[in-house]
């Protein structure tokens, strides 16, 4: 139901950390406005953290990062197809000092 994962770079900043440990909820639909979780489409090994900026009539999900200078997102790749998503980032863990609500 719940998926643990840690931020690896810097394309959510301000709002999210390298190093931060954040849960994501599996069952929550993706929201414009809402961080996710989702499988890298170009990586499919590979996780990224980034905001919904809107989704399609089909279901796809056009994700963008906050800090855009280095953000590889749906600005070069496309939109995202739903099923890559893993769920809405409802909470970060780690750092103690940075806990709370994402």
Do not use: C
């Amino acid at each position: 139901m719940f998926a643990r994962f840690v931020v690896q770079d810097t394309s959510m900043q301000p709002a999210l950390q390298p190093g931060d440990r954040l849960i994501a909820a599996r069952w929550l639909q993706p929201r414009a406005g809402d961080v996710v979780v989702s499988r890298d489409p170009e990586h499919s090994l590979l996780f990224i953290a980034k905001r919904v900026s809107h989704l399609l009539p089909n279901g796809d999900v056009f994700l963008v990062g906050d800090n855009p200078n280095v953000s590889r997102d749906s600005r070069l790749f496309g939109a995202v197809p739903r099923h890559l998503v893993v769920g809405r980032v409802v909470w970060r863990y780690l750092p103690p000092h940075r806990r709370g609500r994402v």
